[in-house]
């Protein structure tokens, strides 16, 4: 079964400075990634998505990501942080075969410190 | 184009009794995903269903059931509440199963 692992709890960052949140994954074939950013008592919000082709990916307010097959990989970043960026940060992942639903992961708390 | 609405925001019952969750997805999204998330467990897995099909089931009690209808609207039913089933329940829905999916703001459900 597909599955995702954040290893970082928490990602402290300065404001200004770039901002990197890991993840890698484990899925039988080809995989769909997604990056998902949740705010206090809201729902998810999708960021961006891996399917095929650039293995550099731009999403949603400035956020990029880097599809990294022989690591089995996907990275968030942002090359320069905002105070209104802390949030908790979801990586996952969807196989293209079987058993297809979506594995999340537990999810990294961004703080951006001003 | 609406977004994805879950009814209702917040819920409270009390253990033994059932409750029934609604998602209305995204006008022409047809695939529609139930998700609990707690502190401890983070976000689990509930159920999919594309076109009134299951198409997939997380590793939950036979409490936790699901349908979806002909317009795409999704409901999901909690027999028998107990404590551990305070949660945030999530809604998402998409176009199919291979595209992002797009949450709801959740139903908040307290057991006590």
């Known amino acids: 079964a597909q599955s995702v692992a954040q290893p970082e709890d928490q990602v402290n960052v300065a404001e200004g400075n770039p901002l990197t949140v890991k993840c890698t994954y484990s899925?039988?074939?080809?995989?769909?990634l997604f990056w998902y950013v949740q705010y206090p008592n809201r729902g998810l919000q999708f960021l961006l998505k891996y399917i095929t082709g650039d293995n550099l990916v731009k999403g949603s307010y400035g956020f990029e990501a880097e599809f990294n097959k022989s690591q089995t990989s996907f990275h968030l970043k942002k090359p320069s942080a905002l105070v209104s960026d802390s949030a908790l940060y979801f990586c996952?992942?969807?196989?293209?075969?079987?058993?297809?639903?979506?594995?999340f992961g537990k999810g990294n708390q961004v703080v951006v410190i001003p | 184009k609406a977004g994805v609405t879950q009814t209702p925001r917040y819920l409270i019952k009390t253990r033994g009794q059932q409750v029934t969750l609604s998602c209305s997805p995204i006008s022409g999204h047809r695939s529609v995903s139930w998700y609990q998330q707690t502190p401890g467990q983070g976000l689990q897995f509930l159920f999919e269903y594309f076109s009134e099909t299951q198409r997939n089931k997380g590793n939950f009690p036979g409490r936790f059931s699901g349908r979806q209808f002909s317009n795409s609207r999704s409901e999901m039913n909690v027999s028998t509440l107990e404590l551990g089933d305070s949660a945030l329940y999530l809604c998402?829905?998409?176009?199919?199963?291979?595209?992002?999916?797009?949450f709801g703001p959740g139903t908040r459900l307290t057991v006590t």
């Open positions: 998402a829905s998409s176009l199919t199963a291979a595209w992002e999916q797009y």
């Open positions: 899925v039988s074939g080809n995989p769909y």
């Open positions: 996952a992942v969807r196989g293209f075969y079987g058993n297809n639903r979506l594995a």
